[in-house]
């Protein structure tokens, strides 16, 4: 047998595969090509025949190992910033007012076709570099301010530069589907089917196999349920997998149709209703919970978690971030924030972040829990206590990541 390359001794480990059970006096070992090999006592790992003087050997001092934290639902690669508008906001106007005026995701567009590629990436790698020393190793990015051929492009080219050029493992959305943009405002239908022919459906195609899946902002500020369909079946033809944000600000049964298609998983869902639950638990589509944009927008209708739970819907949470509804840059703060906002048990925050998130962008047979065959990816954090992941606001608990097997955070 070979040797292990990395060791993690003394370690509270939390490997989430039995819910919040966690492994005192534990460790857990890598081999070469950063999949875990070895989870048990600290007495028997050091004590193991694979455990040689090449072995990297990291004394855990009794604090809680969790798997690398997953953030499936990002907005990561933008220009510009929208504090205007949220100071806006503030006065008064609405978040539905200010897209309609032609601010909002429009804005973002604007700043985003502006900037070069270089630009993108430099401020999408700094962005996800934060995102890491929150223990994220695994990113879900959209395009989607592009709203253009040529930009919509640059923002998959810059998205998959953070994967380059960062620790992080990305995962690819193409979010064409996001809003129309002002040069086709003025057609038929308020331009969307032509913006769709001429812009969304050949980008589709052109991404088949260059990304992992097709999402759509199914919204009345963006695209009604025709039209999400459309846009499915296009996806369909190009063998891309299907997400949504569906039901956030109103209940146009996005995440229903979302289920028919065998979405992956259906987002944000604060006005989702029954119906809409069970078509989801029967298609196994994740339920993605993002209580950073329901705070900053300051909305009061909840997503149905109980309905979610009685259903047996997975929940998982994810930032969200982008720069009109959720500038926000921490997922332990998301998680208190699921948990406060929404009433999540600390259990399910923390599945919500790492068990279910994975699920959510299909990469469960790799990455969410510390099971022998996964990949190495771990957090380490300065405590013992499992629910001070999610019960502390804004502190940051992560003292080190490793990530297939290699510390890219030092413990200290
Ligand atoms: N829902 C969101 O929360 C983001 N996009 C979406 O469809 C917000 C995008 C933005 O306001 O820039
Ligand atoms: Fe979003």
Redesign the pocket.
Known sequence: MNTWKTLITDAELLPLDRGLATMHDGAIASDEHGRIVWIGKTTDAVAHENCRESTRQIDGRGRLVTPGLIDCHT?LV?AGS?ANEWQQRLAGVS?EEI?RQGG??L??VNSTRSAGLSELITSAVQRANQFLEFGVTTVEI?S??GLNIETELKMLDAARAVEKETALDVSLTL?AA??IPPEFKDGANSGAKQYLDEVVFPLIQHCQGKVDAVDV?C?SI?FNLEQTKLVFEQAKTASLAIKI?AE?LSNLRGARLAAEYNAWSA??LEYLDEDGVKAMAQAGTVAVL?PG?FYF?NETQRPPVELLRNHGVPIAIAT?H?????PVFSLPLTMNMASTLFGLTVEESILGSTVHAARALRRDDDIGTLEVGKQFDVAVWNTAEPADLVYRIGDNLCCGVAKTGEFVIETT
């Open positions: 907005h933008y929208r978040y897209a909002g995701i804005s973002t959209k989607g301010y979010l996001h809003a902002f919204e963006a944000h956030q987002d944000h993002l944009a927008l969200d982008n720069p009109g509804s959720s």
